[in-house]
């Protein structure tokens, strides 16, 4: 038998200890967030039937689709976002309560290019309320994405806010068809790939005039404070036609303000959202110190999506992080504090003797609460001193046959490179 050359697939990741423990923080941080504001967790397979998937993200998302035949030569595909398998999960749940806030952190598959920051193997951390078509439910996930941000620590990010209303209300005015609409609203969401002339090309190419065009950058090119702006942005809104729906825009961000008045949220007519679901409210999120990664939390409402399994139209509205996208940028801001070891003590063990010990005592730490690691074998206290520090873990439990005699331990932090002798009853106090 020839021997296999261990390696990953193109787009697929191993994650040690070192990137995983912190990615783990920041799923935590993100879950306790979501559930903070009433949010409860949902599980969906990996695999679902492709007619469940297929044709729910234009054409350009079924090319990317992860699909086959299975063993019973069933056609399936894998998850390629959370919010389908969602739709799936309402029409085929009937007796859920709603309003229904739900969130589920998974990964999900996608079989694209590469680049940095994205991947084919990826974690989406959603949340969406199913059931409400109240403007709070838009102004609660809006607060709810700054508020999660927060908890991660960040501070310089840019909400991005439109909604399709504004955006059709403005592509009726130009009277395009119902295509060139859909062309205009995909063109303008790669925007920040290839620039205006990449998107004039792109409209231009499917037979949109020369002046209309012209006139679709110019929207795209709105970028206003959504607070400091408003004077502006109701001008605004009476030269494009837009009146209305901007106005019922500005007042859902109002509220999402008054629940974050720490987050910038900014009204941008460039915000498209490529996916065909969207209805009302899109936004996009960047890390001003971090633009090359683009949106790193972004969502919508999505009415008629649930209609597409069920005869009953269910409205709703949801975030979603992207998880690996977001760790990339705070890693390169160097907001990442890579952990080799979830243990915070070592019990150093040197003394066959006193093993009965050294095992009381790493029972006591757990039982305590302290996360501990045992030494396994007898060695040399430089050697297990060493290990410690090598996998970054901060406190070595040393207890030899003079401790023993004493009733104490010495604790010493590895960190700092000093140490203290403490009680053996008081050890787990010391942390």
Do not use: H
Request: charged residues 30%.
């Amino acid at each position: 038998m020839s021997k296999i050359e261990p390696k990953t697939l193109k787009g697929f990741r191993d994650f040690l200890p070192e990137k995983q423990i912190p990615r783990q923080k920041m799923i935590d941080s993100i879950r306790a967030s979501y559930e903070r504001f009433g949010f409860e967790p949902l599980e969906t397979p990996v695999l679902e039937y492709a007619e469940t998937l297929v044709g729910k993200y234009g054409d350009e998302g079924d090319k990317l689709m992860y699909r086959f035949k299975d063993n019973g030569d069933r056609d399936v595909a894998m998850r390629y976002d959370l919010t389908i398998p969602l739709a799936r999960v309402v029409a085929q749940n009937g007796e859920i309560k709603k309003p229904w806030k739900r969130y589920q952190i998974s990964p999900v598959w996608r079989a694209e290019n590469t680049q940095k920051g994205r991947y084919r193997e990826f974690y989406q951390c959603d949340a969406d309320i199913v059931g409400s078509s109240s403007p709070l439910a838009d102004a609660e996930v809006l607060a709810l994405a700054a508020a999660t941000l927060k908890a991660l620590g960040i501070r310089d990010f840019v909400i991005r806010i439109n909604s399709r209303e504004v955006i059709n209300a403005f592509y009726d005015s130009l009277g395009l068809t119902e295509g060139e609409k859909i062309s205009a609203i995909r063109a303008i969401d790669k925007i920040d790939k290839v620039g205006k002339d990449g998107v004039a090309e792109e409209l231009t190419k499917n037979g949109i005039i020369y002046d209309t065009v012209q006139k679709l950058l110019a929207f795209a090119e709105v970028s206003i404070d959504a607070v400091k702006g408003q004077d502006e942005l109701v001008k605004i809104g009476e030269e494009l036609n837009v009146k209305e729906p901007l106005a019922r825009l500005l007042s859902i961000v109002e509220v999402a303000y008054k629940l974050e008045p720490e987050a910038r949220f900014v009204i941008d007519l460039s915000i498209a959202r490529g996916l065909d679901y969207y209805t009302g409210i899109i936004f996009e999120t960047t890390l001003q110190a971090a633009p090359q990664y683009g949106s790193v939390l972004s969502g919508g409402r999505y009415d008629g999506l649930v209609g597409m399994f069920s005869s009953k139209g269910v409205p709703a509205v949801g975030a979603s992080i992207g998880l690996d996208r977001l760790y990339s940028a705070l890693e390169e801001l160097g907001l990442i504090k890579e952990e080799r070891s979830t243990a915070k003590a070592l019990i150093v063990n040197f003394d066959a003797a006193l093993e009965s010990d050294y095992l009381r005592l790493a029972s006591e730490l757990r039982a305590s609460g302290v996360n501990t690691a045992l030494y396994f074998e007898t060695a040399d206290l430089k050697k297990q001193l060493s290990y410690a520090s090598e996998k970054g873990i901060r406190y070595a439990i040393i207890y030899g046959s003079n401790e023993a005699k004493e009733g104490k331990v010495i604790v010493k932090d590895l960190e700092k490179g000093e140490q203290e002798k403490v009680s053996v009853g008081d050890i787990a106090k010391y942390f």
